[in-house]
């Protein structure tokens, strides 16, 4: 007899953690796994997603969720002992230190898991950047850009980090956040003119920067074993609160038909990274429909562009950077990427 679907999932974003070079993360789920078939408190912590199959889960992230969960109760110190094995990033103690946590916080662990992960990797701004670069070049407009699904809003700032893309370079050198990536390809429009006029993003349920607890919640989707990551994310926040980045509450369907508008001299843009997964199939629908009513409106003097960087969906492992601009609507694949940014292979 086969695993049911949700032992699957978590044997298999433990293979997956480790692919994406978190180690640590990938024996917590598979000790998760062990846990659940031994009918330990694992088992009630995914009980929601009990009965959903394979794809629901993937869609659901339910493995990251008890991830995130644990590392957030670690992140927490309200456990001592699970948070000091987490800082040690020692598999022999994190792991009794989270069975005796389950036990004891199983209510605090499961409100966690009850939001839709947030993760706010940064350095996909690397990833994005190519798109920016080419709209800005192929229309010779400055720029005015709206993120769906945008979180706590890190990536809203995209063009206030700077950036090593192999050889290339692009950003100010004394800019707070630094991003680096494997750039496999040519370079990308790294010549072109870059002036973001205005920048505006929402999310269903943002992440509220001043408040210690929502900061946390993003670090703890960040694998502990990753500091490199953890640090570009404290950075990224930083920088956010110093420049008043505002995430709106807001329906990405809704928001995009009552927010975004076009502007003669300056290209509008809307754009979002791994958020399309999430969506129901009747919200990207309805969000579909609203940009492409703002493309059949857009002119050479007024153009809309519609960036992604979305699972590629002939190598789920990964990611593509998609670019649909207007008039025209034409769709290009930019890039193929790492799902965290690690590494460009360029396209276009």
């Not at 009630?44 to 644990?70: C, H, N, T, V």
């Not at 370079?169 to 002036?195: H, I, M, Q």
């Not at 670019?323 to 290009?332: D, K, N, Y």
Request: hydrophobic share 45%.
């Amino acid at each position: 007899m086969s695993d049911p679907d949700v032992l699957r999932i978590l044997k298999l974003q433990a293979k997956s953690c480790r692919n994406l070079g978190s180690p640590l993360s990938g024996e917590i789920l598979d000790r998760c796994a062990a846990d659940w078939e031994a009918g330990g408190p694992v088992r009630q912590l995914m009980a929601p997603w009990a009965e959903f199959d394979l794809k629901r889960q993937f869609a659901d992230a339910s493995a990251l969720r008890l991830l995130g969960a644990l590392h957030d109760l670690a992140l927490s110190g309200e456990e001592p002992a699970l948070a000091a094995a987490y800082q040690a990033l020692e598999i022999e103690r994190i792991w009794p230190a989270a069975g005796a946590a389950m036990r004891r916080r199983s209510e605090t662990l499961a409100t966690f898991m009850g939001h839709e992960p947030q993760t706010n990797e940064v350095r996909r701004s690397a990833v994005l950047l190519g798109g920016f670069l080419q709209a800005a070049k192929e229309t010779g407009l400055p720029l005015r850009t709206f993120e769906l699904g945008a979180s706590a809003g890190l990536n809203t700032s995209w063009d206030r980090f700077f950036y090593e893309l192999g050889e290339a370079r692009w950003g100010d050198p004394a800019a707070k956040v630094r991003l680096d990536t494997e750039w496999r390809g040519p370079p990308p429009a790294v010549d072109a003119r870059v002036e973001v006029l205005s920048r505006a993003a929402c999310d269903r349920r943002p992440g509220d920067l001043s408040d210690p607890v929502q900061r946390r919640r993003l670090l703890a989707y960040i694998w502990p074993d990753q500091r490199d990551r953890l640090a570009r994310a404290k950075a990224a926040m930083e920088v956010a609160q110093a420049n008043g980045i505002v995430v709106e509450t807001a329906d990405a369907a809704e928001w995009t038909r009552s927010r975004v508008d076009l502007q003669r001299g300056a290209a509008t843009i809307v754009y979002h990274s791994v958020f399309w997964q999430y969506m129901p199939g009747e919200a990207q629908d309805a969000t579909r429909s609203a940009i492409d009513t703002l493309g059949a409106r857009a002119t050479a003097e007024a153009p809309f562009a519609w960036l992604r960087m979305e699972p590629d969906p002939t190598d789920l492992a990964n990611m593509l950077l998609s670019l649909t601009m207007w008039p025209g609507g034409e769709t290009r694949e930019l890039a193929k990427s790492h799902p965290h940014g690690a590494w460009v292979e360029w396209r276009a």
